[in-house]
């Protein structure tokens, strides 16, 4: 979704050790380089003074814990309004300065929540702490030292062309049945416009990642691709 207008948020939770961190950069392979932006630790103001671009890319924060206050508000604002613009003063005079987005965000934690406004514009993913699963990462760990050379950690060039044809093309993606979707989608809080916001923009995001199986049609005003059916499905 980095390269829509509005990219998705995720936090991955789970306990210390748990793998949160080694989960989240395993996917980094299927990303070119520029499009990932991370950080360990970040002041309150960071953001805005940030030289690096984070227009379409992926913020990632590791550890999320207590942040700023002050801090959590531009990210908010980062990821609802796709930009902040702060004003302050410098040498006496008035400073305004606009940081571009959109951005998308994936931090972890091992909090149980974010801060609550923050928690309610991200989707969530928790890392499983059960006897089963830690048996398996023993097993993966084992087998990396057994066979070092099997490990992969290189780019997975198809995956990148991939993420960076999507990117030329552009596309407007249509989603004929999201009406159908919201006529059941029973909102009972208004965190869940949000949720079906994200919803809209995962299926977006399938259709881009499936564009050689879909419906398209290109004409002066840009390029329009059709989600299927098997798009919300997925």
Do not use: C
């Not at 928790?126 to 023993?138: E, F, M, Q, R």
């Not at 909102?187 to 050689?212: H, V």
């Amino acid at each position: 979704s980095a390269i829509s207008n509005k990219p998705l948020a995720l936090a991955i939770k789970g306990a210390s050790s748990s793998g949160k961190n080694h989960h989240v950069k395993t996917t980094f392979r299927f990303f070119p380089d520029d499009v990932i932006v991370e950080a360990t630790t970040m002041s309150p103001k960071a953001l805005v003074y940030d030289e690096r671009d984070y227009k379409n890319k992926l913020l990632y924060k590791a550890e999320a814990g207590f942040e700023d206050p002050e801090y959590l508000k531009m990210e908010r604002n980062l990821l609802s309004e796709g930009k902040i613009i702060h004003s302050t003063v410098y040498e006496g005079k008035s400073l305004l300065i606009e940081k571009a987005g959109p951005t998308g965000l994936i931090t972890t934690t091992t909090n149980a929540k974010l801060y609550h406004d923050n928690e309610t514009r991200v989707l969530h993913i928790t890392i499983p702490s059960d006897k089963g699963y830690l048996n398996k990462v023993a097993k993966t760990i084992a087998h990396q030292y057994m066979n070092p050379s099997a490990v992969a950690t290189g780019k997975v060039a198809e995956y990148v062309a991939l993420f960076e044809y999507n990117k030329a093309m552009e596309w407007t993606v249509e989603i004929p049945f999201a009406d159908a979707i919201a006529g059941t989608w029973g909102l009972q809080a208004p965190e869940q416009i949000r949720d079906f916001a994200q919803l809209m923009e995962l299926i977006k995001s399938s259709a881009r990642m499936n564009f050689m199986y879909r419906d398209s049609m290109s004409n002066e005003e840009g390029n329009t691709l059709i989600a299927d059916v098997q798009d919300y499905e997925n």
